[in-house]
Every structure is written in C-alpha cells, then in structure tokens.
C-alpha cells in the first residue's frame, strides 16, 4: 500500500486511542458480560499447542507460494511477487493473540455454521475448527498454493469439521450462500477494500441469525476500510458494534438500542 495512503490512516488511530475505555465505563450489563466473559477467558488461554508448532514449521519454510493473489494486496508483500511460506507465516496471519480472541468469541457463540473469508495457510481456521466443534466452518481463499497448505494442515490437525473452498470469494460466497439458510458466525479477512467488505457484509446479513457475531479483520488498514466499517456498524440489524483495535465486531439483532464501544484485548 503506498505511504501516502497509510499515512492517511493515522487519525483512525489516534481517535482510538483517545476513545478506548475499558469494561468499568460500560453501561449495558448485556456488553459488560460478554466483554468480561471474553477477556477473563482470553487472559486463561495459551493457545493450541498442536496449531501454534504448525505455525512455527511455517515460519521456518522459505518455499514459494505461487498462484494469484485475489485480495487488496498487503503492506508488506508485492501483490506481483511470489511470497514465502515464512513471510506469510510471520505477516499475513492472525498472530496467536488474534487467534485465542478468535477461539474465545466462537466459545460464546456456539456456532453451528461459522465462515471464514481469507484462510490464507489455514492457522486462524484451525483455531475456528476447534473452537466450533460440533458446527461447520466454512473457509474461502483464492490462491491455489494456499488453499493446499490449508488442506494440510486440516488433515495434520484433524479439523474434520472443516471445508476449504477454493476460488474468488466473489463469486464462491453466494453459490454457497444460496444452499445455507443460517450463519451464526463469520469472520472477513479477505479482500481489503471499501467495496469488498461492503460486498460481503450485503451477501451475508440476511444469513445471519438472532445474536450472531460478524468479526471484520484490518478496519484501519485503509480510510476506505474504515468508512466501510461505519457503513456496516450503522445498519439497522446491528445491536451492538465494538472496535478492537483493527478488528471491527458487530452483534446482530439483540432486540436492544444501538450500541458503540472501542475496547482492547
Ligand atoms: C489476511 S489473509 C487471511 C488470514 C487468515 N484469515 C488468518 O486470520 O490468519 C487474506 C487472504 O484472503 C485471500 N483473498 C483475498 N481476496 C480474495 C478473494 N477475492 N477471493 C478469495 N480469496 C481472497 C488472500 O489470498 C489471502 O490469503
């Protein structure tokens, strides 16, 4: 992304950091639960052994991954060049912290049907394959060589529970939205842009059940990311919305007036 761009970004920021407040300035007993629920668990989490020393085999391969890049494109990657397993490993994943979040949310939703947009090499996935359990999870990447790292790591990691589907999410996601009735969790992780993430969040919603959790993965990574987030959070079926930094998290349908935080984890 050019400079100038993420320069643009940075009052995204400050206006985070002057409005973070944490679970004492909560008003709604329904947010102040689910939020001390959540943390008192993240804080109790070390994260998955068998998917984190995945991860570290990943960081230690310097294979190429060929094969087309879909998305908006990354701050660290040449969207033209072939990247590193180890880079990706190390810059285009959700970090463990990111992915206990992950875990912790899904633990609270219980989900039956849970997707993911962006699998990249799999290890958020593994997270959201154990954590829903009984339920399904759904996972959408682009890029060949991924989506076969991904596969493998399912099968090392047994997440029988888990279907990878290959191709544009464009294109994918309302073939696949048109045999599903009920999403109750999902997770945008893919193409960074205003339109994409608007895109998606429209396929999605009418899917989404009563108390659903809808995570969006790099609000601030661009201003459009950002006025794309304020659209989503601002529609009618959003109870409650809560800013985690980069990640954007809107709860459906609560039957509450509207809500707005900015908290940390
Ligand atoms: C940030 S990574 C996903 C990271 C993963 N969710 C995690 O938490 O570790 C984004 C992925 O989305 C994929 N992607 C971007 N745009 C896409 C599209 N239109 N269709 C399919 N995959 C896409 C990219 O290939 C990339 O692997």
Aim: proline share 2%; glycine share 6%.
């Amino acid at each position: 992304m050019h400079f100038i761009l993420q320069l643009k970004t940075i009052p995204l920021f400050i206006r985070y950091f002057f409005n973070v407040v944490d679970q004492h300035s909560l008003q709604s007993p329904y947010v102040f639960e689910f939020y001390t629920k959540l943390i008192l668990a993240i804080k109790q989490n070390n994260g998955l052994e068998e998917v984190e020393s995945l991860r570290h085999d990943f960081f230690r391969d310097n294979s190429h991954v060929y094969g087309q890049d879909l998305g908006a494109g990354s701050r660290v990657f040449n969207k033209t060049k072939e990247k590193t397993i180890s880079k990706i490993a190390r810059k285009g994943i959700s970090s463990k912290k990111d992915c206990i979040f992950l875990y912790e949310l899904v633990q609270l939703v219980q989900p039956k049907l849970c997707i993911e947009l962006g699998t990249s090499l799999g290890i958020a996935t593994a997270y959201l394959s154990k954590s829903t359990g009984q339920g399904l999870v759904y996972s959408f990447e682009g890029n060949k060589g991924l989506v076969t790292l991904a596969r493998m790591v399912m099968d090392k990691l047994k997440c029988e529970n888990t279907q990878i589907i290959h191709g544009d999410i464009d294109v994918e996601l309302p073939e696949f939205l048109k045999k599903i009735s009920e999403v109750d969790f999902a997770l945008i992780d893919a193409n960074h842009t205003e339109n994409a993430l608007l895109k998606y969040f429209n396929m999605m919603k009418s899917k989404f059940i009563k108390g659903g959790i809808m995570v969006i993965d790099d609000i601030r990574w661009s201003t459009g990311m950002y006025k794309a987030w304020e659209k989503v959070h601002s529609d009618e079926r959003i109870s409650i919305s809560i800013e985690f930094l980069n990640k954007g998290l809107l709860i459906f349908d609560l039957g509450i007036s509207k809500q707005h935080y900015m908290l940390s984890y």
